[in-house]
């Protein structure tokens, strides 16, 4: 493309932008350098490349939330519909810009589902009538009508997600900028997803999504932007960037864009591991790590005189043996209860029912905080201290901490506020948290959610070198190709 063709096409653009370069506040390193890429009105785009090359960035240029709201520097330009990032009010950008964040949680205001799909509207000034037509507008063009009048945080993973892009279109946005918007979801929700943008798409609106997990969107993309050390190394239509060798989109960190073999892999080791199960007897493998017997986990709801006595959720748990060197994987829909079922064998809530036994012994709560390390969901609760490097060394020394770090590929952000890591990077990290701490069994909640192939990868290798010194390793996961390819057993939460 010529210089005078590509200031024509950034020109008639619905996002451009032109030689960014990005430094958030307080780092080290630049964001992005030198970025010109563009979107056309009506385009659906993928923002790709390994974690922390600079997607996230880009997002928050496209939506305005950088360089005011999200402090940094930023040299070049970033227009979206018209607004220029760092002179526009945000108001304006909440008009003609829908945000979906990778952790919905983070985006919500309101307790009630419908309150939230109200709550853009209420601020913009429309009127009562009108937002209680477009809420139910909403509600049937995403199929969402079951979610209305919801308490939000009893809603699962998917449902929220599904919540926050509904919430996000209630002002009728020209652009919907989405950041790793599956890195949680089951294959159901990622459907169900998928559907919604497809629907928009149609309508329309411009689509940019920053994301790893290639393959769910796959027939609804028109451009790749490829990403690299903040750098734009491309953009490529759908069908060229199909036709890229293997390798090519490897280096790149990217993951497959057709995940069929590692979901029928996970489907057979399922069964494989529900037929071993069941003809397993008595202690062939040697006393269990940890076990559960007749487990019946869930919460109940607080009123005004206690713990209600009727649960809010329950689930009956199958009784589960977990060994020492297996990487034992729960997979299933969301909502089916398998972080609840993690907090409840780390100690960290209350069983309504059963037993847990840690090295053949029934364990008390405390026994079983002491003997379990649990990377979370939402990393953001585990990390407290003020470096990277300072994160280990609650557990450990200086040498340890360090190889661990470049196990991870962490070392040279030792230095570095854990907070300014990418997503992918603070999941790593609180990884890294895990192994240092030599517990019995460690419980990892989605660990590579929003990780590229690469980091996928690696997190299996340390997970694999940490079965190998004799922990039991048990990984809560919709990453078909992590379950495919680390997995020693896969028990299927439905």
């Not at 005078?4 to 008639?12: C, F, H, K, L, S």
């Not at 990487?327 to 847990?356: D, E, M, P, Y």
């Not at 609650?394 to 952000?413: F, M, P, T, W, Y």
Request: overall charge neutral.
């Amino acid at each position: 493309m010529t210089e005078e063709r590509g200031e024509r096409v950034a020109d008639a653009a619905m996002c451009a932008l032109r030689g960014c370069t990005f430094e958030y506040a307080g780092a080290a390193v630049r964001a992005l350098r030198d970025v010109d890429a563009h979107v056309r009105r009506g385009e659906f785009v993928v923002l790709a490349g390994r974690s922390g090359c600079g997607k996230t960035t880009v997002t928050r240029l496209l939506n305005g939330l950088a360089p005011v709201h999200v402090a940094g520097a930023l040299e070049g330009e970033a227009r979206t519909a018209g607004l220029v990032a760092g002179r526009a009010d945000i108001g304006a950008y909440a008009r003609v810009v829908g945000s979906v964040f990778q952790n919905p949680k983070t985006q919500y205001f309101q307790a009630c589902s419908t309150d939230e799909l109200a709550f853009a509207c209420e601020n913009a000034g429309v009127t009562g009538d009108e937002i209680r037509a477009r809420i139910a507008r909403a509600a049937r063009r995403f199929g969402i009508e079951d979610l209305l009048d919801r308490t939000i945080a009893e809603l699962s993973g998917g449902q929220q997600q599904r919540l926050a892009v509904a919430a996000a279109t209630m002002l009728d946005p020209d652009v919907l900028v989405l950041d790793e918007p599956t890195s949680n979801l089951d294959a159901d929700a990622m459907r169900a997803l998928h559907d919604m943008l497809a629907a928009l798409k149609r309508d329309g609106v411009t689509v940019v999504v920053a994301e790893h997990r290639l393959a769910w969107c796959a027939d609804l993309v028109d451009r790749y932007i490829v990403l690299d050390d903040g750098a734009c190394v491309g953009g490529y239509d759908a069908q060229t960037f199909r036709a890229l060798p293997a390798q090519r989109l490897r280096q790149w960190g990217l993951r497959a864009l057709d995940v069929g073999g590692a979901s029928a892999q996970v489907r057979r080791k399922i069964e494989e591991t529900r037929a071993r199960r069941m003809a397993a007897t008595g202690d062939a493998d040697g006393t269990p790590v940890l076990s559960v017997r007749g487990l019946r986990v869930g919460y109940r709801a607080r009123s005004l005189f206690g713990w209600k006595r009727t649960p809010t959720f329950a689930r009956e748990i199958p009784d589960l043996d977990f060994h020492a060197g297996r990487i034992v994987g729960l997979v299933g829909r969301n909502g089916a209860g398998k972080s609840t079922f993690a907090r409840t064998i780390c100690g960290l809530q209350r069983a309504l029912g059963g037993t847990i036994a840690v090295d053949g012994r029934t364990a008390t709560r405390d026994e079983l905080s002491r003997a379990a390390g649990m990377v979370m969901q939402d990393v953001h609760y585990q990390l407290f201290s003020d470096s990277v490097r300072g994160e280990l060394m609650l557990d450990g020394g200086r040498a340890r901490c360090d190889a661990i770090l470049g196990d991870l590929g962490l070392l040279d952000n030792a230095d570095r506020h854990p907070m300014s890591l990418s997503g992918g990077e603070r999941q790593r990290l609180a990884i890294g948290t895990a192994l240092i701490a030599n517990k019995r069994f460690i419980v990892l909640d989605e660990p590579t959610s929003g990780l590229d192939h690469g980091n996928m990868m690696r997190v299996g290798a340390l997970l694999r070198a940490l079965a190998d010194r004799g922990v039991a390793v048990i990984v809560i996961t919709h990453d078909d190709e992590l379950a495919a390819q680390w997995c020693d057993e896969l028990v299927e939460f439905t």
